[in-house]
């Protein structure tokens, strides 16, 4: 009996949290993908994905604050904001599980952008990522 | 008894795919409100929203692509391609349903960035958002 996608992906999110990034993976798949649609980047296998992490500019250590979990069957999406203590982003985290192991991980990181002016008589101020 | 969330989403799409954006306001809750975080902004009400996506410039009429639907309980993710034959852009769309309406949407666009050079001996060609 394999462990449940829902505890897969907290147990990622846990050891992300640990800022100790080969610790993490512990819940990869050995054929784990890692995509980024927006640069279509793509990297494979926990030895990369983990040396990506470690080497990535930091001004402090990592924080991951959850905002929300979804799971429907082997899949789920996390709404996650990240900072280092400086740079504050928000990562949009869809993840397959196979066999209690994350198979694949796409992933978003929008980015902030201007109010725009022909609608701005429709708008009020909302939410925004930079609230944190 | 209430149409459950998965089938309130889907009905949300198909209207959307009518480009009738002010039919779509039948699946919306009265309060509805809708967030882009990354602008900070908050339309609340459906005329308000079709409004906005009536007048959204448009080269020709907006077809919207599935790819994956999520839902947890009361809440559901879509990723969905959109195109109106020019611009192609990917949203990552957040649904609350609360008795057979969409009571909240937080939407997300997110955009292109470039493969980053500290990462390349990392990485491969993957799916980008450009592949449609």
Redesign the interface.
């Known amino acids: 009996m394999h462990e449940p996608a829902r505890a897969v992906v907290e147990r990622y999110w846990a050891l992300m949290a640990s800022n100790d990034f080969h610790a993490v993976g512990e819940v990869l798949a050995d054929d784990f993908?890692f995509?980024?649609?927006?640069?279509?980047?793509?990297?494979?296998g926990r030895e990369?994905y983990a040396?990506?992490n470690a080497?990535y500019?930091a001004h402090g250590p990592w924080r991951f604050t959850r905002r929300?979990?979804?799971?429907?069957g082997d899949?789920?999406?996390t709404?996650t904001d990240v900072t280092d203590g400086v740079v504050r982003a928000?990562a949009?985290s869809?993840f397959t599980v196979r066999e209690g192991r994350i198979a694949s991980l796409v992933e978003?990181?929008?980015?902030?952008?201007?109010?725009?002016p022909?609608?701005a008589a429709?708008?009020?101020?909302?939410?925004?990522?930079?609230?944190g």
Do not use: C, K
């Not at 929300?68 to 429907?72: A, C, E, F, N």
């Open positions: 993908v995509d980024m649609p927006q640069s279509g980047e793509r990297i494979r990369r040396t990506m080497q500019p929300r979990l979804l799971v429907d899949t789920a999406l709404e928000r949009l869809l978003y990181w929008p980015e902030p952008f201007a109010l725009a022909e609608r429709l708008v009020e101020p909302g939410p925004s990522m930079d609230d």
